[in-house]
């Protein structure tokens, strides 16, 4: 695959790595009790540690802890069985104590990897460098009052996971892919609710870009993006302007930089000198964390199927290919469908494909179009199930099948009921399908005629009238047998 | 007029022959003759007397029932202000109230006051608060002395006897050394053993509340009252705290002491090395095996101590920023300059001067040559200790290299004021038990401390070793 783009002079590869902040699906916070609910009225979530006032300490959410060595596992990574929290220390309005909890030398999980699968059947494996567990700042609101700004700490102290991955993305698609991978994992783990626009999952993207084979170009860091949209928008527009200054002879300064949603364009934040020195050292006020072999094995036994597990089970299961099984399983929703609705009738096994095309085609298209996802989807995958079921059997036809399947959507009605109100069985009975087509025949004299001196192209003619007559359901192949039974014996 | 002990006043009240009424008013007068020794930053008669109010309304039985109890002002406390000696916490009402306190007052005890200290616990004189200095209560008319620090106001109310005990908090010293000076018993327990949940902080992994007292067996009650295992408070022990009154013993008889060479220091007053002498002398007399042991990384022990310490410090100190309570400068046209007028205006100059130590420590480029090897440094320390402590059951040291000095006499030169420290830092770094008691007087007839070290959590056989040289100094 050529992943190579264009610059006026030179063809050039991006470098890019993403460090991704997944707020941890948790109902307190890290080091307090303080709920983590979203949308709550300002200030109203936060506890005295939260607001760091005088005398108060930080006790570690034992539960956030394992949800980072769940997700740790989902990311097929080493688990560390010590780690430690230190403090990085900085000034902010929203950062009340005067510095963030994190985890700096020794984080809670180290080197891991996940595969991202093209739809050309390969895949391809983004190391996972570190994740560690920190805690969020608060929000300041400039736009509360002209002259003043306004701090909002229901966030603050809130257990983020930052996911770092080595910088082995080298396009914006597989930037995007990779998200939606671990977007993906979290969410079968239920450590994070992958909710991108509540901010639950945001990612600061790493890019440089150089000549295919030379060394790692300098770097900028693009903090903060919350859609995959604008990952790949940003990415793209930084990639550009780093080659523009490359290829006029300059070089890239080792930049922060912020993205503008709105013109799709980065402007710097600041350079390296600007930097901050974090004084990272280990928290006093905590112990560091020592998980044993034996507590990681009862968190290990409790986590689910994984995509990539669930994926390989799929393809080997109902010979799927690699990419619809990837399908499947990019959401657990998907995936929960697609297992309820095949393990409706023990028949359907034998039709697994088509039940792929049935749910990623016409019914994400419905869906979608009425905007809704597979939680509220008005088609229950036991409904979907019958209805495959009735095309499996011939009892349908495939087209027929795409109408019932929106009256489905709109009425909630079954495929069953549906069919059988409207008399849309397929006609399979031999004797009738040849009746019409004698009527066919006889009609179209002259077609006939010019099909037997050799207008082959005249049968869809043929085929389509005779469906007409049937109102579309006769079975398509049984048509098609017995018209040219009948004609070849005319000759 | 001789000064009644906290066992004593404890029985006195039992036995009805004194009222908390008249217990405390006889407190609230000698606190008001007083004033001039500045030993508290909160002081109101009010509020005490709406607390023997409550108490003589309250039928339940509590172990230190109306008993006068002076904080440091650096508990926080719901029915006090809470300053640390700053200016940056100047108007501060917490709304929580400290685990220590909090026993304290389940306990059924009246907090008299607030009393001073070295602002945000950083001194050794009490002389940097914002609230101005406070007076040893042994000064002579004409010569005011310091009561040492940072604990000085607490260590001054117990002396002053406007108090039956009052709450410390020791970093470096700041129990053991103003008592010391001051002439009373101070008792810094091991790392953990009372929740640090509540006092502002000044280096987290050294800050260890304590007792002061008129002597041994009072502080044996009162620390027993403040300590135990707190789930908020993530460095706090679980370890069962004994009834360290009742199991006092003061047979010493088959125990070891031991007596670490290092501790003799060139320059150490000859009153200090005297007493120290005296003190080994009397514990042989008790059938105390006496063995001399090396703890051969203690001088090291106060530069170590003074990186580590400031670099906590650094950081704890940040949340005093002007957002969201405390002082907040007036001339502020930018975020940067609310942070720089605030703390320039809010700090004084000593806790600037270790906010900007702390600072370089952990700077990028010098964190391993500092700070990381302090932590190294730190470890062997305490290494020194354990092996010393497989050979005897406790160690006898001075408590500080000189008594009281006169209030103004080191106010300039913060090297020489950081060596008050030389002997009480090392087992605060290695988080041992501490107990100073006064032991013996200089030329000035000024008192003088020997400082006992036990193993950790082992502050029985501190107060057992204490309350032997206590009778037998007596």
Same mark, same amino acid.
Not at chain 2, 280 to 285: G, P, R, S
């Given at each position: 695959?050529?992943?190579?783009?264009?610059?006026?002079?030179?063809?050039?590869?991006?470098?890019?790595?993403?460090?991704?902040?997944?707020?941890?699906?948790?109902?307190?916070?890290?080091?307090?009790?303080? %709920?983590?609910?979203?949308?709550?009225?300002?200030?109203?979530?936060?506890?005295?540690?939260?607001?760091?006032?005088?005398?108060?300490?930080?006790?570690? #959410?034992?539960?956030?802890?394992?949800?980072?060595?769940?997700?740790?596992?989902?990311?097929? &990574?080493? /688990?560390?069985?010590?780690?430690?929290?230190?403090?990085?220390?900085?000034?902010?309005?929203?950062?009340?104590?005067?510095?963030?909890?994190?985890?700096?030398?020794?984080?809670?999980?180290?080197?891991?990897?996940?595969?991202?699968?093209?739809?050309?059947?390969?895949?391809?494996?983004?190391?996972?460098?570190?994740?560690?567990?920190?805690?969020? &700042?608060?929000?300041?609101? *400039?736009?509360?009052?002209?002259?003043?700004?306004?701090?909002?700490?229901? $966030?603050?102290?809130?257990?983020?996971?930052?996911?770092?991955?080595?910088?082995?993305?080298?396009?914006?698609?597989?930037?995007?892919?990779?998200?939606?991978?671990? $977007?993906?994992?979290?969410?079968?783990?239920?450590?994070?609710?992958?909710?991108?626009?509540?901010? %639950?999952?945001?990612?600061?993207?790493?890019?440089?870009?150089?000549?295919?084979?030379?060394?790692?170009?300098?770097?900028?860091?693009?903090? =903060?993006?919350?859609?995959?949209?604008?990952?790949?928008?940003?990415? =793209?527009?930084?990639?550009?302007?780093?080659?523009?200054?490359?290829?006029?002879?300059?070089?890239?300064?080792? #930049?922060?930089?912020?993205?503008?949603?709105?013109? !799709?364009?980065?402007?710097?934040?600041?350079?390296?000198?600007? &930097? *901050?020195?974090?004084?990272?050292?280990?928290?006093?006020?905590?112990?560091?964390?020592?998980? %044993?072999?034996?507590?990681? !094995?009862?968190?290990?036994?409790?986590?689910?199927?994984?995509?990539?597990?669930?994926?390989?089970?799929?393809?080997?299961?109902?010979?799927?290919?690699?990419?619809?099984?990837?399908?499947?399983?990019?959401?657990?929703?998907?995936?929960?469908?697609?297992?309820?609705?095949?393990? %409706?009738?023990?028949?359907?096994?034998? *039709?697994?494909?088509?039940?792929?095309?049935?749910?990623?085609?016409?019914?994400?298209?419905?869906?979608?179009?009425?905007?809704?996802?597979? #939680?509220?989807?008005?088609?229950?995958?036991?409904?979907? !199930?019958?209805?495959?079921?009735?095309?499996?059997? =011939?009892? /349908?036809?495939?087209?027929?099948?795409?109408?019932?399947?929106?009256?489905? @959507?709109?009425? !909630?009605?079954?495929?069953?009921? /549906?069919?059988?109100?409207?008399?849309?069985?397929?006609?399979?009975?031999?004797?009738?399908?040849?009746?019409?087509?004698?009527?066919?025949?006889?009609?179209?004299?002259?077609?006939?005629?010019?099909?037997?001196?050799?207008?082959?192209?005249?049968?869809? @003619?043929?085929?389509?009238?005779?469906?007409?007559?049937?109102?579309?359901?006769?079975?398509?192949?049984?048509?098609?047998?017995?018209?040219?039974?009948?004609?070849?014996?005319? =000759? | 007029?001789?000064?009644?002990?906290?066992?004593?006043?404890?029985?006195?009240?039992?036995?009805?022959?004194?009222?908390?009424?008249?217990?405390?008013?006889?407190?609230?007068?000698?606190?008001?003759?007083?004033?001039?020794?500045?030993?508290?930053?909160?002081?109101?008669?009010?509020?005490?007397?709406?607390?023997?109010?409550?108490?003589?309304?309250?039928?339940?039985?509590?172990?230190?029932?109306?008993?006068?109890?002076?904080?440091?002002?650096?508990?926080?406390?719901?029915?006090?202000?809470?300053?640390?000696?700053?200016?940056?916490?100047?108007?501060?009402?917490?709304?929580?109230?400290?685990?220590?306190?909090?026993?304290?007052?389940?306990?059924?005890?009246?907090?008299?006051?607030?009393?001073?200290?070295?602002?945000?616990?950083?001194?050794?004189?009490?002389?940097?608060?914002?609230?101005?200095?406070?007076?040893?209560?042994?000064?002579?008319?004409?010569?005011?002395?310091?009561?040492?620090?940072?604990?000085?106001?607490?260590?001054?109310?117990?002396?002053?006897?406007?108090?039956?005990?009052?709450?410390?908090?020791?970093?470096?010293?700041?129990?053991?050394?103003?008592?010391?000076?001051?002439?009373?018993?101070?008792?810094?327990?091991?790392?953990?053993?009372?929740?640090?949940?509540?006092?502002?902080?000044?280096?987290?992994?050294?800050?260890?509340?304590?007792?002061?007292?008129?002597?041994?067996?009072?502080?044996?009650?009162?620390?027993?009252?403040?300590?135990?295992?707190?789930?908020?408070?993530?460095?706090?022990?679980?370890?069962?705290?004994?009834?360290?009154?009742?199991?006092?013993?003061?047979?010493?008889?088959?125990?070891?002491?031991?007596?670490?060479?290092?501790?003799?220091?060139?320059?150490?007053?000859?009153?200090?090395?005297?007493?120290?002498?005296?003190?080994?002398?009397?514990?042989?007399?008790?059938?105390?095996?006496?063995?001399?042991?090396?703890?051969?990384?203690?001088?090291?022990?106060?530069?170590?101590?003074?990186?580590?310490?400031?670099?906590?410090?650094?950081?704890?100190?940040?949340?005093?920023?002007?957002?969201?309570?405390?002082?907040?400068?007036?001339?502020?046209?930018?975020?940067?300059?609310?942070?720089?007028?605030?703390?320039?205006?809010?700090?004084?100059?000593?806790?600037?001067?270790?906010?900007?130590?702390?600072?370089?420590?952990?700077?990028?480029?010098?964190?391993?040559?500092?700070?990381?090897?302090?932590?190294?440094?730190?470890?062997?320390?305490?290494?020194?200790?354990?092996?010393?402590?497989?050979?005897?059951?406790?160690?006898?040291?001075?408590?500080?290299?000189?008594?009281?000095?006169?209030?103004?006499?080191?106010?300039?030169?913060?090297?020489?004021?950081?060596?008050?420290?030389?002997?009480?830092?090392?087992?605060?770094?290695?988080?041992?038990?501490?107990?100073?008691?006064?032991?013996?007087?200089?030329?000035?007839?000024?008192?003088?401390?020997?400082?006992?070290?036990?193993?950790?959590?082992?502050?029985?056989?501190?107060?057992?070793?204490?309350?032997?040289?206590?009778?037998?100094?007596?």
């Amino acid at each position: 695959m050529n992943n190579l783009i264009k610059g006026e002079k030179y063809d050039w590869e991006m470098v890019i790595g993403l460090e991704i902040h997944a707020q941890v699906k948790s109902n307190s916070k890290l080091f307090s009790s303080s %709920s983590t609910k979203f949308g709550s009225s300002p200030n109203s979530q936060v506890s005295l540690v939260d607001a760091a006032m005088p005398g108060m300490l930080p006790v570690i #959410n034992k539960y956030c802890v394992e949800q980072a060595v769940k997700t740790g596992v989902g990311l097929n &990574a080493k /688990i560390n069985n010590y780690s430690v929290f230190d403090r990085k220390n900085y000034f902010y309005a929203d950062l009340p104590q005067g510095y963030q909890i994190s985890q700096y030398k020794y984080p809670i999980v180290g080197e891991g990897k996940v595969t991202i699968d093209f739809k050309d059947g390969t895949s391809k494996d983004i190391r996972i460098v570190r994740l560690h567990l920190e805690q969020d &700042a608060g929000k300041s609101l *400039h736009d509360q009052n002209p002259s003043k700004t306004y701090v909002d700490l229901n $966030r603050s102290g809130v257990a983020l996971m930052e996911i770092v991955s080595e910088p082995d993305i080298r396009t914006p698609d597989e930037a995007g892919m990779y998200i939606s991978k671990i $977007r993906s994992i979290l969410m079968y783990l239920d450590t994070c609710d992958g909710n991108m626009q509540e901010g %639950s999952l945001r990612a600061d993207v790493n890019i440089s870009v150089r000549k295919p084979g030379d060394e790692y170009g300098t770097r900028c860091e693009i903090k =903060n993006l919350n859609s995959i949209k604008f990952i790949k928008q940003a990415i =793209n527009y930084e990639a550009k302007r780093q080659i523009e200054i490359l290829e006029s002879g300059g070089s890239i300064e080792q #930049n922060t930089m912020l993205f503008n949603t709105s013109t !799709g364009k980065t402007r710097p934040m600041r350079n390296k000198e600007e &930097a *901050h020195d974090y004084r990272y050292f280990p928290d006093p006020d905590l112990l560091p964390l020592e998980i %044993s072999e034996e507590e990681i !094995g009862k968190i290990k036994s409790s986590i689910p199927e994984l995509p990539d597990e669930l994926k390989d089970k799929f393809i080997e299961t109902y010979k799927l290919s690699n990419y619809d099984a990837s399908v499947l399983t990019a959401d657990k929703q998907t995936s929960d469908y697609f297992n309820e609705t095949i393990n %409706s009738d023990p028949e359907l096994k034998n *039709h697994a494909k088509i039940v792929v095309n049935w749910i990623t085609s016409e019914l994400f298209s419905l869906l979608n179009k009425n905007n809704l996802d597979l #939680n509220n989807s008005p088609v229950s995958p036991e409904n979907l !199930g019958q209805l495959i079921k009735l095309i499996s059997t =011939n009892e /349908i036809s495939g087209k027929i099948a795409k109408d019932v399947v929106e009256d489905m @959507f709109s009425t !909630g009605k079954t495929a069953r009921q /549906i069919v059988d109100e409207k008399g849309l069985q397929q006609v399979t009975d031999q004797g009738e399908i040849a009746k019409v087509i004698d009527e066919v025949i006889a009609d179209n004299a002259k077609m006939v005629e010019q099909y037997l001196a050799g207008k082959d192209k005249l049968l869809g @003619f043929f085929v389509g009238q005779a469906m007409k007559l049937t109102k579309g359901k006769a079975n398509p192949k049984m048509l098609n047998d017995i018209l040219k039974q009948k004609l070849n014996k005319k =000759n | 007029m001789p000064k009644s002990s906290l066992k004593q006043t404890l029985k006195d009240l039992d036995t009805k022959k004194i009222s908390i009424r008249e217990l405390n008013q006889d407190y609230l007068k000698r606190i008001k003759e007083n004033e001039n020794l500045n030993v508290f930053i909160h002081f109101s008669e009010d509020n005490v007397l709406k607390q023997i109010d409550n108490l003589e309304n309250d039928n339940s039985a509590k172990k230190l029932k109306g008993i006068p109890i002076a904080i440091k002002d650096l508990f926080c406390t719901k029915s006090m202000p809470t300053t640390a000696a700053s200016k940056i916490l100047e108007n501060f009402n917490p709304t929580y109230e400290s685990f220590v306190t909090q026993k304290l007052l389940d306990e059924g005890s009246i907090f008299v006051g607030k009393t001073n200290l070295d602002e945000f616990a950083m001194g050794s004189a009490t002389n940097t608060s914002f609230f101005g200095n406070t007076v040893n209560p042994l000064s002579k008319e004409n010569e005011p002395l310091a009561p040492g620090g940072s604990s000085g106001g607490s260590a001054a109310a117990v002396a002053a006897d406007l108090c039956l005990g009052a709450t410390g908090t020791d970093t470096g010293g700041s129990i053991r050394q103003p008592a010391s000076f001051c002439g009373v018993v101070g008792i810094k327990p091991t790392y953990g053993l009372c929740s640090r949940w509540g006092i502002a902080a000044f280096a987290s992994s050294l800050d260890q509340a304590g007792i002061f007292s008129h002597n041994v067996e009072d502080a044996s009650i009162l620390l027993q009252s403040i300590a135990g295992f707190d789930q908020r408070d993530s460095t706090s022990a679980k370890v069962d705290i004994p009834n360290y009154f009742e199991n006092l013993d003061d047979d010493l008889n088959g125990k070891t002491v031991g007596i670490p060479k290092e501790y003799s220091i060139d320059g150490t007053p000859m009153e200090i090395s005297e007493i120290w002498e005296d003190a080994i002398k009397v514990l042989e007399k008790k059938g105390v095996k006496i063995k001399n042991i090396s703890l051969p990384h203690t001088k090291y022990a106060l530069p170590t101590y003074y990186i580590i310490a400031p670099a906590e410090a650094s950081s704890n100190l940040a949340r005093y920023d002007g957002v969201k309570y405390g002082f907040r400068s007036e001339e502020i046209d930018s975020l940067d300059e609310m942070y720089e007028n605030t703390r320039a205006q809010g700090f004084g100059r000593e806790v600037k001067r270790r906010i900007l130590i702390g600072t370089y420590v952990l700077s990028a480029g010098y964190y391993d040559a500092y700070y990381l090897k302090a932590q190294k440094v730190r470890k062997l320390i305490a290494d020194d200790f354990n092996k010393a402590f497989k050979e005897c059951d406790f160690i006898v040291t001075p408590t500080a290299p000189s008594a009281a000095f006169p209030l103004n006499e080191k106010q300039n030169d913060p090297i020489k004021m950081y060596l008050n420290d030389v002997f009480t830092v090392p087992a605060s770094l290695a988080g041992l038990p501490g107990i100073s008691i006064p032991f013996g007087k200089d030329k000035n007839n000024l008192p003088l401390g020997i400082q006992i070290l036990g193993k950790h959590f082992d502050e029985q056989q501190v107060f057992n070793a204490a309350v032997s040289l206590e009778r037998s100094y007596e």
